[in-house]
């Protein structure tokens, strides 16, 4: 056989595998995310959700080993015990084992269509990636265990159990298809949390190595709200609807904040979505109805155009959970709507805001005066883009100009954009060190005069009329705002390089504020990093070391005798070229930053720069020991 006649089909090419073996082999296909074994639990206490809000129990206990094992027990209907069926499996064998097994497919089923585990497929997924899983059915006063390994039925043993009926299930998740079997507690601390406000009188006990954490809300989605916007509401009414009619329902909370960005947790029978039809209907309604109702008041003068949803969206914070029937996804994690049925809802919402908005026209003037100020943001911001695109006016030339920067910023000689690295530096003494030790080829330096504005205290035109805010959004030459666009970015890498001070780590944070709040997607990507560098540099017996510490110079000095000398580094200025070079830009010290949880991060950026004294005093209380403060 030639080398050519192994790229040809043969009667072998062509396999066949069973649910089992394809699960196991392409395990992200069901289960998503593969580095955590965190949608294993989702899906089983998913089942267990579906089985409170049908009126079946209202506590769930999950339980967290150190070893990766969990165990989950609800106190819903049960299976029917030793339920025989043709194929010689019992209901309880099979729910647990045959791909495409559910009681929730129908509509005029026990779960209405409208349940969150609708596809007959998490609780197999369990089983085939987990070395081990026990599941025990308890009803009408009787029991089934039945237990699989590697996920093939192993045993079953039935009995009497005048225990609460419910389910239990246990299992060990296979370091095979999971890079960590341990579940990633933060995220699922804050789904039980959401599922708790979500589903109002549930329990749900955690109980992890040592800890025990009890979730449950009183006063449902309004909990969820509280705890996001805190202090940053500007309305005191907020718009609260509860629709029900027929399988259908509606539970949705909107109110408004000092923010600029907009917020929307849509959820769809529990579960969290990303995308679909009901968020762009839910949108489209608010937009239409509040141009309405604004041009009804005078507030929108005829001549005017409407506001775009951007505008009536800004600082909105919008949560809600539909359950509807026949709801179609792109996959089993279940975060992409692909088909919904929002006829029922549409009207009812867009009525429920036309009354909430006349029973509260002082504040919703408010929300008003917002949609203007940010109507008038983004035309400066359109203008502030054509300007760092470097557009002339087309009556006089139609043509592109070139772009004009200030003196500020030293270019490399790559035009590639993969190759240049962006360099923002401290001051023009650590510039000037910066421009000789640098890479001419890849790296340019854009030096700043010292602490730019703060992105959160700062309206955007201000942001836009300010000089290095403006360079630099000219200089990484992306947009801004909504209409950021990595792919037009002049830079892979923006290196902040600041001082090691309270003055340089101020810089930093703004820094890192501006581009999270107005260049998220760079920040996402990857593409933001800080210069690490060290604050002492000690020459010993014809060697350096770096210290990066006042701790790590003290632990040196106790492991090393004899002379030395130590050159104090706090900031790039104060290092020779030759240093600099070697201490940071010959092997790139750069640390990247990146984003584990936007929710927290958010929240975070706005107590240490937002405009709320309180807010920070509080965190600095709170973190005081983590800080460095002492207080009485």
């Known amino acids: 056989?030639?080398?050519?006649?192994?790229?040809?089909?043969?009667?072998?090419?062509?396999?066949?595998?069973?649910?089992?073996?394809?699960?196991?082999?392409?395990?992200?296909?069901?289960?998503?995310?593969?580095?955590?074994?965190?949608?294993?639990?989702?899906?089983?206490?998913?089942?267990?959700?579906?089985?409170?809000?049908?009126?079946?129990g209202n506590l769930i206990e999950v339980s967290v080993k150190e070893d990766g094992a969990i165990r989950v027990r609800d106190y819903g209907q049960g299976f029917l015990v030793n339920s025989m069926r043709e194929d010689g499996k019992t209901v309880l064998e099979a729910a647990f084992s045959v791909l495409n097994t559910s009681g929730k497919y129908r509509e005029d089923g026990t779960y209405e269509g409208t349940s969150l585990g609708s596809f007959g497929i998490g609780s197999k997924i369990t089983t085939y990636l987990s070395h081990w899983l026990d599941v025990i059915t308890i009803r009408d006063g009787m029991m089934e265990q039945v237990s699989f390994k590697e996920g093939v039925f192993d045993k079953r043993y039935v009995g009497k159990n005048d225990k609460p009926s419910g389910t239990i299930v246990e299992w060990l998740p296979s370091e095979e298809f999971f890079t960590d079997i341990h579940v990633d507690l933060t995220a699922i601390r804050k789904l039980f949390k959401v599922i708790a406000c979500l589903c109002p009188g549930l329990k749900i006990c955690l109980e992890t190595e040592g800890n025990s954490e009890t979730f449950y809300s009183e006063h449902g989605l309004n909990d969820l709200v509280d705890e996001a916007v805190k202090d940053k509401e500007i309305l005191k009414n907020r718009l609260m609807t509860n629709f029900s009619e027929g399988k259908n329902k509606l539970d949705l909370v909107l109110t408004y904040t000092t923010d600029y960005s907009t917020v929307i947790v849509p959820y769809v029978n529990t579960g969290l979505t990303q995308t679909g039809p009901h968020i762009t209907q839910i949108k489209t309604i608010i937009t239409r109805e509040m141009n309405k109702f604004f041009r009804d008041k005078g507030w929108l003068k005829e001549k005017d155009e409407n506001l775009s949803g951007d505008d009536c969206q800004e600082g909105m914070y919008l949560v809600f959970n539909i359950t509807a029937p026949n709801v179609a996804y792109d996959a089993q994690v279940k975060t992409r709507v692909t088909k919904i049925d929002m006829t029922p809802f549409t009207k009812a919402i867009a009525e429920e805001l036309q009354y909430w908005m006349a029973a509260n026209e002082k504040e919703v003037k408010g929300i008003a005066d917002k949609a203007l100020n940010a109507r008038k943001a983004r035309e400066a911001a359109r203008k502030a883009r054509d300007a760092a695109r470097g557009l002339k006016d087309k009556k006089e030339t139609g043509l592109k100009a070139k772009m004009k920067l200030s003196d500020k910023f030293i270019d490399c000689t790559s035009k590639n954009p993969k190759d240049r690295t962006l360099l923002l530096v401290e001051g023009l003494s650590a510039g000037a060190s910066a421009v000789e030790a640098r890479n001419p080829k890849k790296d340019c330096i854009y030096m700043l005069r010292g602490k730019i504005i703060s992105p959160l205290k700062t309206a955007v035109e201000k942001i836009l009329a300010n000089q290095e805010m403006s360079d630099i959004i000219k200089v990484i030459g992306a947009g801004f705002r909504d209409n950021f666009d990595m792919s037009k970015m002049n830079f892979d890498k923006i290196v902040i390089t600041t001082d090691a001070d309270s003055d340089g780590y101020d810089i930093e944070l703004l820094l890192i504020t501006f581009f999270y709040t107005y260049m998220r997607p760079l920040v996402e990507a990857g593409k933001l990093y800080r210069a690490v560098t060290p604050l002492y540099i000690v020459r010993h017996k014809d060697k350096e070391y770096y210290c990066y510490t006042d701790n790590e110079l003290e632990e040196w000095k106790k492991t090393h005798t004899g002379n030395y000398d130590i050159l104090r580094a706090k900031g790039l200025g104060e290092l020779n070229p030759e240093d600099l070079q070697k201490v940071c830009f010959m092997n790139e010290h750069y640390k990247r930053i990146t984003i584990t949880d936007a929710e927290k991060t958010t929240q975070l950026l706005e107590t240490l720069m937002g405009s709320s004294v309180e807010l920070r005093k509080q965190y600095i209380y709170d973190n005081a020991k983590e800080l460095g403060f002492n207080f009485d």
């Open 1 to 56: 056989m030639n080398t050519q006649d192994k790229n040809l089909y043969t009667e072998d090419s062509i396999e066949s595998l069973s649910p089992l073996e394809f699960t196991r082999l392409r395990p992200g296909v069901y289960c998503g995310d593969t580095s955590h074994s965190t949608q294993l639990l989702i899906e089983i206490v998913s089942n267990a959700v579906d089985e409170a809000r049908l009126g079946h």
